[in-house]
């Protein structure tokens, strides 16, 4: 092993750390999304709605792609690499249709945006009435086959887009659960079964269940699937692996976002003026946060040195830099390369906080 491999000891509790944070933390974004997506909607209707979103999300990705992206590789340039002529370089990223893929962080705010637009424009041909029909919140026997039918979808998806794999920088191998919590969210919202599920013994079970089940059924399959092939083979195909990465996944991504809707609604359930603060400003530091991101991330990879994996591999320009711009250091592998691969496409600083939770959908 290379030096700059860390040990299978560092690995394990990363591993494990975000291979639990991927199955739940953006699904549960979009759930939310969709929560306060209807309401929105509703009040503003769908002309007022689109141009909003189209103001709210749109300028801001646009923002990322053709400023602060440019600036952090030309300007930051942490890797010393050689992008020629700055302006030689902006007119080809242009050209060439580059920057389209080059959303960084704010690919959630990308993806939401379409998902709004076909919200919208679906509401707009199926306008609904003002007066739905209440529902019963979702049984325990339901959640379990929600959350193993979407093991078989992310399965199916991950034949043809594997882990590790995107389109404009949207890494499809996941989207079959924003797709479906997104639609859950808007459900719930319309026939008001988010707080009586909350409330229930069922989502306190099956967040328990997520929580401590989830590493032993993990590590289980990691073991058991190591011996037989490669760690490529968690990442898709026609592979047992695969399909129990999979289903693993997203019993855990279900539960764990029962879980936490059941703590946060009963022990977090509150609003100050410090959260409030918080929260109108998490967008904004969302939306401009790479650039500071990417220094501190450089100086704790220097800090961590070679012994503390998650710093080093949760450098995302880093990682761009080795695969798309020549300038190599030996890149992660195996599972590491996948977790690297997810942290890439997290939206870091403004959706983490719980303040910033409601920042893109908050009631106007």
Not at 105 to 132: E, G, Q, T
Not at 235 to 258: D, K, T
Request: charged residues 10%; hydrophobic residues 50%; proline residues 7%.
């Amino acid at each position: 092993m290379s030096a700059q491999e860390p040990t299978l000891a560092a690995k394990v509790p990363f591993i494990l750390w975000q291979a639990h944070l991927q199955s739940f933390f953006m699904g549960l974004l979009f759930f939310i999304s969709a929560y306060f997506a209807h309401g929105s909607i509703a009040r503003r209707g769908v002309g007022a709605f689109v141009r909003e979103r189209l103001l709210r999300l749109g300028l801001p990705a646009l923002l990322y792609m053709l400023v602060i992206h440019p600036f952090i590789l030309l300007v930051l340039n942490p890797w010393n690499f050689n992008f020629g002529p700055p302006a030689a370089f902006y007119v080809n990223y242009l050209r060439t249709g580059k920057f389209l893929g080059s959303t960084g962080p704010l690919w959630f705010v990308v993806a939401l945006l379409l998902f709004s637009l076909i919200f919208a424009a679906w509401r707009s041909m199926r306008p609904l009435s003002n007066d739905p029909r209440p529902a019963t919140a979702p049984t325990g026997a339901f959640l379990l086959l929600f959350a193993l039918v979407l093991g078989f979808g992310s399965f199916a998806m991950r034949l043809v887009q594997p882990i590790g794999t995107n389109v404009l920088n949207m890494q499809l191998c996941f989207f079959v659960q924003y797709i479906a919590f997104f639609l859950a969210g808007w459900h719930a919202a319309r026939h008001g079964w988010l707080l009586p599920l909350a409330s229930s013994s069922c989502a306190r079970t099956a967040g328990r269940l997520a929580l401590f089940g989830g590493p032993v059924l993990l590590l289980a399959i990691i073991i058991i699937g190591s011996r037989a092939a490669g760690p490529e083979a968690f990442f898709g195909g026609w592979r047992w692996q695969s399909f129990g990465y999979a289903v693993w996944e997203q019993l855990a991504g279900v539960g764990l976002s029962l879980g936490l809707l059941a703590l946060f609604s009963r022990k977090c359930n509150i609003e100050s003026q410090l959260l409030r603060w918080l929260s109108d400003r998490s967008f904004g530091v969302y939306c401009v946060a790479r650039p500071s991101h990417n220094r501190s991330g450089d100086a704790l990879s220097h800090l961590a040195a070679e012994h503390l994996c998650p710093c080093r591999a949760s450098h995302t320009y880093r990682t761009y830099c080795q695969l798309r711009c020549g300038r190599h250091r030996p890149p992660p592998t195996g599972l590491a390369a996948h977790l690297v691969s997810s942290i890439n496409q997290v939206p870091t600083l403004g959706n983490s906080m719980l303040p910033g939770l409601t920042f893109l959908w908050r009631p106007q």
